[in-house]
């Protein structure tokens, strides 16, 4: 006399949001700048500005791109400005800092705009486990959004979340 196994995952009111889905698609690219610094440590501007003229900007068409310096250099506000001038007609998006920060930036992009309102006064799970590089920031800035509409907010796999948030009645 077996039982007839119930879904009840399934069958919730539980709106499950996956922050994949918004993963914008494309290459992501570090563009350290210290091979360009004699020694790694000093700008010169005439041999920066020459480099940044001479260099093949085409190689980053439709990527997204992180500029930084992997050295203890002291770089000019103007050096990363004038290198995203150049990137900008050929990329997708150019954010200073690591791939980790583009990524944050990617998302703070994203999220600022999205139109939630599918989960007003609604049950939300945030999808916890990704294959991609979700950064920790993109969690934190949906929370934040979603909690003024939620009716409730959890956190992980619907067979094993984490409740985060309930809106007092």
Same mark, same amino acid.
């Given at each position: 006399?077996a039982?007839?196994?119930?879904?009840r995952v399934?069958?919730?009111?539980?709106?499950?949001?996956n922050?994949?889905?918004?993963?914008?698609?494309?290459?992501? /690219?570090?563009f350290?700048?210290?091979?360009?610094?004699?020694?790694?440590?000093?700008?010169?501007?005439?041999?920066?500005r020459?480099?940044?003229?001479?260099?093949d900007?085409?190689?980053?068409?439709?990527?997204?791109?992180?500029?930084?310096?992997?050295?203890?250099?002291?770089?000019?506000?103007? !050096?990363?400005?004038?290198l995203s001038?150049?990137?900008?007609?050929?990329?997708?998006k150019v954010?200073?800092?690591?791939?980790?920060?583009?990524?944050?930036?990617?998302? !703070?992009?994203?999220?600022?705009?999205?139109? /939630?309102?599918?989960?007003?006064?609604?049950?939300?799970?945030?999808?916890g486990c990704?294959h991609?590089p979700?950064?920790?920031?993109?969690? /934190?800035?949906?929370?934040?959004?979603?909690?003024?509409?939620?009716k409730?907010?959890?956190?992980?796999?619907?067979?094993?979340?984490?409740?985060?948030?309930?809106?007092?009645?």
């Open positions: 006399m039982e007839e196994i119930i879904n399934a069958n919730s009111k539980l709106m499950t949001f922050l994949e889905d918004l993963y914008p698609t494309g290459e992501r /690219v570090a350290d700048i210290s091979s360009w610094l004699l020694e790694g440590i000093v700008l010169r501007e005439k041999d920066f020459d480099k940044a003229n001479t260099h900007w085409s190689q980053y068409q439709d990527k997204y791109v992180a500029l930084f310096c992997s050295t203890d250099a002291i770089v000019p506000g103007w !050096a990363f400005l004038l001038l150049h990137l900008a007609p050929f990329t997708k954010a200073i800092g690591n791939l980790e920060e583009l990524e944050s930036i990617l998302f !703070a992009e994203l999220l600022k705009d999205l139109d /939630v309102s599918e989960y007003n006064d609604k049950p939300i799970i945030i999808k990704a991609k979700i950064p920790q920031n993109a969690y /934190v800035l949906l929370a934040q959004k979603l909690q003024p509409i939620a409730s907010i959890l956190y992980g796999e619907a067979c094993s979340s984490v409740p985060l948030f309930k809106k007092k009645q």
